[in-house]
Every structure is written in structure tokens, then in C-alpha cells.
């Protein structure tokens, strides 16, 4: 994180969103993970959380949309 923390500083970013990101064959970045990195600088992230469903017709896993 604090190499992320550096490169925003050198480009100029003050805040920048993180996102949790699924791979059919799980969670690559899990809303957990993004939870922490959110904890350890408040100021400098924000995140976005996903809430996955496993899709019967193709045994992967989908995002659920929220309405």
C-alpha cells in the first residue's frame, strides 16, 4: 500500500476508489481485502464492495446486481 500511497502522491491523486474483482475461480481483491486497504488510509480510499451469486446455468459466479 505504500507504494500505491507514493504513486498517487507523485501523480497528483489525493483519493482513488478500490473495488473488490472476482475470477471464475474466485476472488482476485475480496470486499474484505478492500475493507482493510480502506481502514489504513480513510482519507486517501474509498471502496466499492461486490456481493457475488453463483449463476446456475453457467457454474460461475456473476455479480448480483443491486436495484
Known amino acids: 500500500m505504500d507504494a500505491t500511497l507514493r504513486e498517487m502522491d507523485a501523480a497528483g491523486v489525493d ?3 478500490m ?3 472476482h475470477a471464475p475461480s474466485g476472488p482476485l ?3 474484505e481485502d478492500v475493507a482493510a486497504l ?3 488510509a480513510p482519507d486517501r480510499f ?3 464492495s461486490i456481493r457475488w451469486q453463483i449463476s446456475s446455468a ?3 459466479a456473476a ?3 443491486r436495484r
Do not use: E, F, M
Open 46 to 48: 474509498r471502496g466499492l
Open 63 to 65: 455479480p448480483t446486481p
Open 15 to 17: 483519493l482513488a476508489l
Open 58 to 60: 453457467h457454474g460461475a
Open 38 to 40: 480502506v481502514d489504513r
Open 19 to 21: 473495488s473488490a474483482w
Open 29 to 31: 481483491i475480496g470486499n
